[in-house]
């Protein structure tokens, strides 16, 4: 179940003229509300005010987006203050054509989605994935941003679902290793820690940069580079990351399997420190 809210009031409906609709035009934030207070809000922000530097769209006033955020939370009133919130920022209403003038001010949505945590058992044995064949297209200005348009990610994801897989693993076209459909993927070789780099494609989430962070503090090597295919099947370990649920090991990929490792066991619990709660075992 969601509930829709636009300007502190329930909201049924889009214009059938909304730019979102034509062209997917527009950012999204996917953000996890835990006791009442959404996660990692500065990291959302700051990536989507980036989104809409890169498409030329007015970011609100970031103070503005929060109340408006509180004031739907207050009228939904999910249990335990647990909820998912779904932020969009539309190019807005616009006559038929893809150009609009910068600086166009966009329409602002707040979606508040029931919380259905991740069981215990897979943050503790870890989870199956698949390489999709669907290959993610690079070179795109919106890369390491999370634009309405998702349509390699709706590919990919259907692929999972045939294969019964919590996640699918996305690659370039040269190969590489990107992310995965709703995830960000970091992989351990001879105790280095590497996450893709995402300058071609990619989204870079927020639980992704909170972890870079916390392994440098760590002193751990990390690092994001490019990640051939090969490079996967040879790791030592293989860890997911996501707004939602923080960190998961990868146990299977295909006929590989890995075990849960010492780096992916500090990384959750690293994550654990700095309140994401999902990953405390």
Not at 148 to 162: F, I
Request: glycine share 12%.
């Amino acid at each position: 179940m969601s509930q829709w809210f636009r300007d502190g009031k329930p909201a049924t409906a889009v214009s059938i003229d909304d730019r979102a609709f034509h062209y997917g035009d527009g950012l999204f934030e996917t953000v996890a509300v835990r006791g009442g207070e959404p996660r990692l809000w500065q990291y959302h922000m700051e990536r989507m005010t980036l989104g809409c530097e890169r498409l030329s769209l007015e970011m609100p006033a970031v103070d503005e987006v929060r109340d408006e955020l509180q004031v739907a939370l207050g009228q939904h009133s999910p249990r335990n203050g647990d909820c998912i919130a779904k932020i969009v920022l539309s190019g807005g209403p616009g006559q038929r054509g893809y150009g609009r003038p910068p600086g166009t001010v966009g329409a602002l949505l707040i979606g508040l989605f029931d919380y259905k945590p991740v069981p215990r058992q897979a943050y503790v044995d870890g989870i199956d994935t698949v390489v999709c064949e669907t290959p993610l297209a690079t070179g795109s200005p919106t890369a390491g941003l999370k634009t309405l348009n998702r349509l390699e990610q709706v590919l990919g994801r259907s692929e999972c679902l045939a294969a019964d897989a919590f996640e699918g693993l996305m690659l370039d076209a040269g190969n590489r290793l990107i992310c995965g459909t709703m995830s960000n993927v970091f992989i351990v070789s001879d105790n280095s820690v590497i996450t893709p780099s995402l300058e071609r494609c990619g989204v870079a989430g927020v639980m992704r940069r909170l972890l870079l962070k916390a392994l440098v503090e760590r002193g751990l090597a990390v690092k994001a580079a490019d990640v051939p295919i090969d490079e996967l099947w040879n790791s030592d370990e293989v860890f997911l990351t996501n707004s939602q649920f923080g960190a998961l090991s990868v146990r299977r990929c295909g006929e590989r399997e890995w075990p849960v490792g010492g780096v992916t066991r500090l990384s959750q619990g690293l994550l654990a420190e700095n309140g994401v709660g999902e990953c405390a075992l």
